[in-house]
T-cell receptor, first 116, second 111 residues
Framework: DAGITQSPRHKVTETGTPVTLRCHQT?????MYWYRQDPGHGLRLIHY???????DKGEVSDGYSVSRSKTEDFLLTLESATSSQTSVYFC???????????????FGAGSRLTVL | SQQGEEDPQALSIQEGENATMNCSYK?????LQWYRQNSGRGLVHLIL?????REKHSGRLRVTLDTSKKSSSLLITASRAADTASYFC???????????FGKGTRLHILP
């Protein structure tokens, strides 16, 4: 997935521990998104960012926080991981042109998180 | 709740046949997109249709959009084994930059 990398790709952790997933892009795109994918639910938007320090909630933001201190990095943090947060997490980026344009997403390879 | 809902949830067809998937959504949109996901991989953008368009083609793909019914369809003609994947529709609402996905259709092409 050229231009976008997620780390770690796999992580196993215990309930109650903090976890941070990192999304890094080299495309200088304005928009960055975090989704989770679970069987039977498709992809659900957690948080997204429309610029440095500009973020907003998605459909399933409870239990998650994000930060974007520079254009290339978008961090997703689980302050205290729970078993219900076991999932595959995808980051996506978009050049975006605002509400009048089209945000076509390029996805990372995903991060598989298991919370025991 | 999710904006888009694909139908059917799963579809199996013979190689060479056409595959049709449908997507319904709830609120007014700027654009509707279709993505493909091969097993265990990230999603890949296939095609975008704007709210003022009714039909769009790209290779073997044909997308239609009916804003009055809040629905879209994706047709894949002359299916191939490599088309086996999950397909998702995604919408962006007029009011913000959120891009919301449906639950997807799992397409299986039988040899």
């Amino acid at each position: 997935d050229a231009g976008i990398t997620q780390s770690p790709r796999h992580k196993v952790t215990e309930t109650g521990t903090p976890v941070t997933l990192r999304c890094h892009q080299t495309e200088n795109h304005r928009y960055m998104y975090w989704y989770r994918q679970d069987p039977g639910h498709g992809l659900r938007l957690i948080h997204y960012s429309y610029g440095v320090k500009d973020t907003d909630k998605g459909e399933v933001s409870d239990g998650y926080s994000v930060s974007r201190s520079k254009t290339e990095d978008f961090l997703l943090t689980l302050e205290s991981a729970t078993s219900s947060q076991t999932s595959v997490y995808f980051c996506a980026i978009s050049e975006g042109t605002g509400n009048s344009g089209a945000n076509v997403l390029t996805f990372g390879a995903g991060s598989r998180l298991t919370v025991l | 709740s999710q904006q888009g809902e694909e139908d059917p949830q799963a579809l199996s067809i013979q190689e060479g046949e056409n595959a049709t998937m449908n997507c319904s959504y709830k609120t007014s949109i700027n654009n509707l997109q279709w993505y493909r996901q091969n097993s265990g991989r990230g999603l890949v953008h296939l095609i975008l249709i704007r709210s003022n368009e009714r039909e769009k083609h790209s290779g073997r793909l044909r997308v239609t959009l009916d804003t009055s019914k809040k629905s879209s369809s994706l047709l894949i003609t002359a299916s191939r084994a490599a088309d086996t994947a999950s397909y998702f529709c995604a919408t962006d609402a007029r009011r913000d930059d959120k891009i919301i996905f449906g639950k997807g259709t799992r397409l299986h092409i039988l040899p």
